[in-house]
């Protein structure tokens, strides 16, 4: 008989993402007949948070860093496992799951440079470690590419990273930031909250997103796009999954020792909306062809196909891609097709071969060798985050 296991899940759940992470843990731990789920959405407040009365009651204990001080002491005393969710930091004495903050900064300099923007600019909070470390991603990956972003971080006091009062002195702050940027320019916001606090400054600036802007957040927190009265092109984080990965480094632990591991996921995809979803290439044929490659990049598509859609020959298509992005027509639907069957591998839509045959590739053996030619990674890796293999 399996022995009764009773987690709990410590946060103010209040967050978009602390939320999912929460239903992550939830629907592991639904897996596991033996195992009890009990959320406890207490206020981080020291006198609401458990004590060790409560704490007698439980076997282990899933938080994120905000409780960490207090929970880890108790923890210790009773000798219970602890992970942490969301983890900025890596704990050598705990187990941590969380979200690689540099990747997610960046897949954003690359899908605003995948849309013509050749300024880039990154506005964040210099307050919280996630926050700095997608700004870094986005700087370096924005290097890479031969550029510079520009990077803007305030404190929380005068750029929240949630919702807050002090709107005029923010919106202040964001107008002279924007007003000092070269147009058309790229925006990463750290988060989505943040994203819609640039809109409404670009708004009462009377700047056009996205031809003068093109932003995009991350966390695909539905709440800022509703609020926002432009949809937020955002960069969507497998929340879900980091609970499940942590509510399994609770498992490890009991079976053997998880203590100091740290399980970082990759971002799952740019989910884009109309804050991003013109392409400023100067080039209209060549606006034209990208438009129809992202609208056809779900299935098999030839560079034959590229050019009779937009009325002309691949050797002055190709020329213009050449020119304007660097790179050939050929690579660059390739590319395009490898980054769609990647989402959609993150996704979990389906296995390797399915996901292949989804994406119009001929076999899933030359899928495979194509995919990791071209990422560095094989098709499986990145599908494995999702528990699927």
Same mark, same amino acid.
């Given at each position: 008989?399996?022995?009764?296991?009773?987690?709990?899940?410590?946060? /103010?759940?209040?967050?978009?993402?602390?939320?999912?992470? !929460?239903?992550?843990?939830?629907?592991?731990?639904?897996?596991? $007949?033996?195992?009890?789920?009990?959320?406890?959405?207490?206020?981080?407040?020291? /006198?609401?948070? $458990?004590?060790?009365?409560?704490?007698?009651?439980? @076997?282990?204990?899933? #938080?994120?860093?905000?409780?960490?001080?207090? *929970?880890?002491?108790?923890?210790?005393?009773?000798?219970?496992?602890?992970?942490? !969710?969301?983890?900025?930091?890596?704990?050598?004495?705990?187990?941590?799951?969380?979200?690689? /903050?540099?990747?997610?900064?960046a897949m954003a300099a690359e899908h605003l440079r995948g849309r013509g923007y050749r300024h880039f600019a990154f506005i964040g909070s210099s307050d919280f470690g996630w926050s700095s470390r997608r700004g870094e991603g %986005?700087?370096?990956?924005?290097?890479?590419?031969?550029?510079?972003?520009?990077?803007?971080? %305030?404190?929380?006091?005068?750029?929240?990273?949630?919702?807050?009062?002090?709107?005029?002195?923010?919106?202040? &702050?964001?107008?002279?930031? *924007?007003?000092?940027?070269?147009?058309?320019?790229?925006?990463?916001? =750290?988060?989505?909250?943040?994203? !819609?606090?640039?809109?409404?400054?670009?708004?009462?600036?009377?700047?056009?997103?996205?031809?003068?802007?093109? *932003?995009?957040g991350a966390d695909n927190d539905p709440f800022p796009n509703a609020a926002a009265g432009l949809a937020i092109s955002s960069i969507e984080l497998p929340f879900r999954e980091v609970g499940r990965q942590a509510a399994r480094?609770?498992?490890?632990?009991?079976?053997?020792? =998880?203590?100091?591991? #740290?399980?970082?996921? $990759?971002?799952?995809?740019?989910?884009?909306?109309?804050?991003?979803?013109?392409?400023?290439?100067?080039? $209209?044929?060549?606006?034209?062809?990208?438009?129809?490659?992202?609208?056809?990049?779900?299935?098999?598509?030839?560079?034959? =196909?590229? #050019?009779?859609?937009?009325?002309?020959?691949?050797?002055?298509?190709?020329?213009? %891609?050449?020119?304007?992005?660097?790179?050939?027509?050929?690579?660059?639907?390739?590319? &395009?097709?490898?980054? +769609?069957?990647?989402?959609?591998?993150?996704?979990?839509?389906?296995?390797? /071969?399915?996901?292949?045959?989804?994406?119009? +590739?001929?076999?899933? @053996?030359? +899928?495979?060798?194509?995919?990791?030619?071209?990422?560095?990674?094989?098709?499986?890796?990145?599908?494995?985050?999702?528990?699927?293999?």
């Amino acid at each position: 008989m399996s022995v009764e296991r009773h987690i709990i899940f410590v946060d /103010e759940l209040r967050r978009h993402s602390d939320r999912e992470v !929460c239903l992550g843990a939830a629907e592991y731990a639904a897996e596991h $007949p033996a195992w009890v789920f009990d959320p406890w959405p207490v206020s981080f407040d020291a /006198e609401a948070m $458990p004590t060790r009365s409560d704490m007698e009651l439980v @076997s282990a204990v899933l #938080t994120t860093e905000r409780a960490s001080r207090h *929970l880890r002491r108790l923890c210790r005393k009773l000798r219970l496992p602890i992970v942490y !969710c969301l983890a900025d930091e890596d704990h050598p004495d705990a187990a941590a799951a969380g979200i690689d /903050e540099r990747a997610v900064g960046a897949m954003a300099a690359e899908h605003l440079r995948g849309r013509g923007y050749r300024h880039f600019a990154f506005i964040g909070s210099s307050d919280f470690g996630w926050s700095s470390r997608r700004g870094e991603g %986005f700087g370096a990956a924005v290097k890479e590419m031969g550029g510079e972003a520009l990077t803007h971080l %305030f404190d929380s006091e005068i750029l929240p990273v949630f919702w807050s009062w002090n709107v005029a002195r923010r919106n202040r &702050r964001l107008q002279q930031v *924007l007003h000092s940027l070269p147009k058309p320019c790229g925006i990463f916001a =750290a988060n989505d909250v943040i994203a !819609c606090f640039i809109l409404q400054a670009a708004r009462q600036s009377n700047c056009r997103v996205p031809e003068d802007f093109g *932003l995009v957040g991350a966390d695909n927190d539905p709440f800022p796009n509703a609020a926002a009265g432009l949809a937020i092109s955002s960069i969507e984080l497998p929340f879900r999954e980091v609970g499940r990965q942590a509510a399994r480094l609770l498992e490890e632990q009991w079976l053997a020792d =998880a203590e100091g591991k #740290t399980v970082r996921l $990759p971002p799952v995809r740019v989910v884009v909306r109309a804050s991003t979803d013109t392409f400023m290439t100067q080039d $209209p044929l060549l606006r034209k062809a990208q438009a129809y490659v992202e609208s056809s990049r779900h299935q098999r598509l030839t560079v034959q =196909a590229v #050019t009779r859609a937009v009325g002309t020959n691949r050797v002055t298509l190709g020329k213009r %891609f050449q020119r304007e992005l660097d790179t050939t027509l050929h690579d660059y639907v390739r590319r &395009r097709r490898l980054d +769609f069957a990647a989402e959609r591998l993150r996704q979990g839509a389906g296995n390797v /071969e399915e996901v292949a045959f989804q994406c119009g +590739f001929s076999s899933a @053996s030359y +899928f495979s060798r194509l995919f990791k030619q071209v990422t560095g990674q094989r098709p499986g890796a990145v599908r494995r985050w999702r528990g699927h293999d």
